[in-house]
């Protein structure tokens, strides 16, 4: 099915370093959610964007919904390590529920 | 805390049973719920859409047959694998969407992982 493209992959830092992370679609969306997903657990919410051009925070996490309503993007900013883990996107067109999802950003940081 | 809760977390069921999972949606109601199912390393799958009152929605190359869903009432969905087999084995996780003043935020479920011996 359609899934979104989410870059970088996999991310390996330095405790401390600042994250950058995408989001791209061909198609429109009406909200961005970004999860977090660790081990054997599901994906937990952590920023969710309902407005073009809206830029939100959740303490060092920082998320924006693109003007052109077709991209996002996730900062994380002096990672520590419990950030490590699985970050995945996720789009919603208007009107329906069912999420589309990025491959996922696996961030593995180093002490 | 946990808006939306599955159970079991981890199940073990032998080859050819069946094996139900359930999905609540703690504080809220919903009218949809989401099935996943998600490999090792990659990404969530949506095996269906459930409805409440009505049959389940299901994604392309998912067996209705074997992955029965049940959606009785508004807080509670439920994944049924029949006749279980050692290829069901993965992780399989719900989620609902909840109202906000801004717009419908997804919720997921903590997962529960499925082993067929």
């Known amino acids: 099915g359609q899934q979104l493209n989410q870059s970088p992959q996999s991310m390996f830092i330095q405790e401390g370093e600042d994250v950058s992370m995408n989001c791209t679609s061909s198609?429109?969306?009406?909200?961005w959610l970004w999860y977090k997903q660790d081990p054997g657990e599901g994906p937990v919410l952590l920023i969710a964007l309902y407005k073009a051009g809206e830029l939100t925070s959740n303490g060092r996490l920082t998320a924006q919904f693109g003007i052109t309503r077709k991209d996002s993007f996730l900062n994380i900013s002096a990672s520590i390590p419990s950030d490590v883990g699985i970050y995945f996107c996720?789009?919603?067109?208007?009107?329906?529920?069912?999420?589309?999802f990025g491959q996922g950003t696996r961030l593995t940081i180093n002490p | 805390g946990a808006v939306v809760s599955q159970h079991p977390s981890r199940v073990i069921c032998k080859s050819g049973t069946s094996v139900k999972i359930e999905c609540r949606s703690l504080d809220f109601q919903a009218t949809t719920m989401f099935w996943y199912r998600q490999f090792p390393k990659q990404s969530l799958m949506l095996m269906a859409t459930s409805n409440e009152g009505s049959k389940a929605t299901y994604e392309q190359g998912v067996e209705k047959d074997k992955f029965l869903i049940n959606h009785a009432s508004l807080t509670l969905s439920t994944l049924t694998v029949t006749s279980a087999h050692p290829e069901d084995s993965s992780f399989y996780i719900c989620?609902?969407?909840?109202?906000?003043?801004?717009?419908?935020?997804?919720?997921f479920g903590e997962g529960s992982w499925l082993t067929v011996v």
């Open positions: 198609s429109i969306f009406n909200t």
């Open positions: 996720a789009g919603q067109g208007q009107g329906a529920q069912k999420l589309v």
């Open positions: 989620s609902a969407g909840k109202r906000r003043v801004k717009g419908n935020t997804i919720y």
